[in-house]
């Protein structure tokens, strides 16, 4: 059964850095592509990076220029380094995984984890 474990939010001020990690296991498909996304209260999930081996990455404009994805497939594990972060960057925010099978891509979530960007 596939697993996500997401580690590195919490609690960051104003201009502040975060990292966030997250590991998949449990899958012997190969990994298509691995993304973060965001959801606020009150909002809909909104994509914040992806990378997967068709397309180049993709950001969401609000995070250029101050979040970076990286991807290691030989470990399974998606990072998101945050910098400059803004209020309006709390979220609870969710690690994506894409496995490639003969069937398809198949999608799955972690668990999310908290970021919030307060004084």
């Known amino acids: 059964q596939v697993q996500l474990v997401e580690s590195g939010g919490g609690l960051v001020q104003p201009g502040g850095s975060l990292r966030l990690s997250c590991t998949a296991s449990?899958?012997?498909?190969?990994?298509?592509?691995m993304g973060w996304y965001r959801q606020a209260p009150g909002k809909q999930r909104e994509l914040v990076a992806v990378n997967t081996n068709s397309r180049p990455t993709n950001y969401a404009d609000s995070v250029k220029g101050r979040f970076t994805i990286s991807r290691d497939n030989a470990q399974a594990t998606v990072s998101l380094q945050m910098n400059s972060l803004k209020p309006e960057d709390t979220a609870v925010y969710f690690c994506n995984v894409k496995f490639l099978s003969p069937l398809g891509v198949h999608d799955y979530w972690g668990q999310g984890t908290q970021v919030t960007v307060s004084s």
């Open positions: 449990g899958s012997s498909f190969s990994i298509y592509g």
